[in-house]
């Protein structure tokens, strides 16, 4: 599927942009584990400004789409849940990002 403009040139059609990662506070969570092996709920909490029952949220559905990995674990009798991003969330957030490279580098200067 070609776009025309009004101009009547013909443009590249959007790549397909994953919606699951294109949500702000998921495409956060993603990054920030992109770049550390395993990270805790808190500190995640604290690095993306989310609340307790935001980041739940988001969470779970990045875990259903098999993004991330989470392991809840008791550390002195207190709940302590852990992130991980899955082979295939890297590899998601990796296309994700050569998508979006495709957006903004067809756009004028």
Sequence with gaps: MTKIS???DKKKPLPDI???I????RLMILA???VVERADFIFLMRQTGLTQGNLSSHMS????????????????KKP???????????A?????IRSMK????GLAD
């Design 6 to 8: 009004s101009a009547g």
């Design 80 to 90: 302590h849940t852990v992130l991980l991003l899955t082979n295939e969330g890297r």
């Design 32 to 34: 920030n584990l992109y």
């Design 18 to 20: 994953d919606k699951v």
């Design 92 to 96: 998601a957030l990796k296309s994700y």
């Design 22 to 25: 294109h949500e702000p506070a």
């Design 61 to 76: 559905k990045l875990e259903a789409a098999g993004y991330i990995e989470i392991k809840k674990e008791f550390i002195s």
């Design 102 to 105: 495709q957006v903004f580098n």
